[in-house]
């Protein structure tokens, strides 16, 4: 059971490791199908691009905030 | 020559050279916990617990791999396009924390040491079973990119021969060295594959969605230099903002 377990752990944190840009991602791509289901690829395609670097952004700035705030 | 073409098109290149450097940052990392279990134990047990990973890994792919082939093609697109855009924007946002110093830099040398002194009262047997959690682990990330670089589109056979080389390069600059290898540019290659893996996961969950990219595959390329130069700049913003705070 404990790499059995080890292994589901180590299987989720590929994915899921980030679970603060992961949920957001996972929301975007359920935007992007209802855009491109709607019929405008064109659009759907350029918000997954340009929301999953967003995405990161916001991420990044999130967390050096939070480190900033917790040197304080 | 209609596998020349294909091996020379935008899609094969990326599945290579992704799955070469991704596949070379985990293997690293399974070596040094290899190598912290031979240092100790001797290259038996060492090389049994990793030689059991990999049997483990092979039955694995032969049990699931089959069971991809009758999944639809746009619902595969989709299924791989958003693990992999998970699994890219992860590492991606990981080298850019690292390269910005809001987290640490992966130390090979520090985990060898680690390792060993986890391992120093341990059983071989234990010992053995370390290197066989290490490999099998790390490997099941390899397979990973395999199957989400490789899958549905031809591109397993690229996939493997990258990985394939990056598995050579490191047991043989490994076994040579007998030394973790803390020179590879760790955070420079998570930042690359992190950026590569990202516009796999992009360009197929968009396809899987009936995206039309201009450019066809090329677009790949215009969409890694996308995420590889915003995560370069904003590592760099990140750093200067810090600096200017210290």
Redesign the interface.
Known sequence: MG?LG??LR??AS?????PR??LP??IL?AI??AV??AGW??I??AI??FG??A???E???N??RA??HSKR | MQIAISVLSPAAVSAIVSSFLASTVEIVEAFTIVLAVASLQGWRPALSGALGALASLAAMVLAFGPALERVPLSALQILIGVALLLFGMGWLRKAVLRASGLMALHDEDKIFSQERSALLNASAWAAGLAAFKAVLLEGLEVVFIIIAVGAGRGLLVAASAGALLAAALVLMIGLFVRRPLSRVPENDLKFVVGAMMSSFGCFWTGEGLGVHWPGGEWALLGLAASFLSFGAALGACMRASLARIA
Not at chain 1, 14 to 18: I, R, V, Y
């Open positions: 790499v080890e292994l180590e299987l590929m994915f899921f490791g980030a840009l992961a991602l996972l791509v992007v199908a491109a289901g690829p064109e759907a395609g997954l691009v999953c670097l995405l990161l952004g991420n990044v700035f967390e050096a480190r900033k």
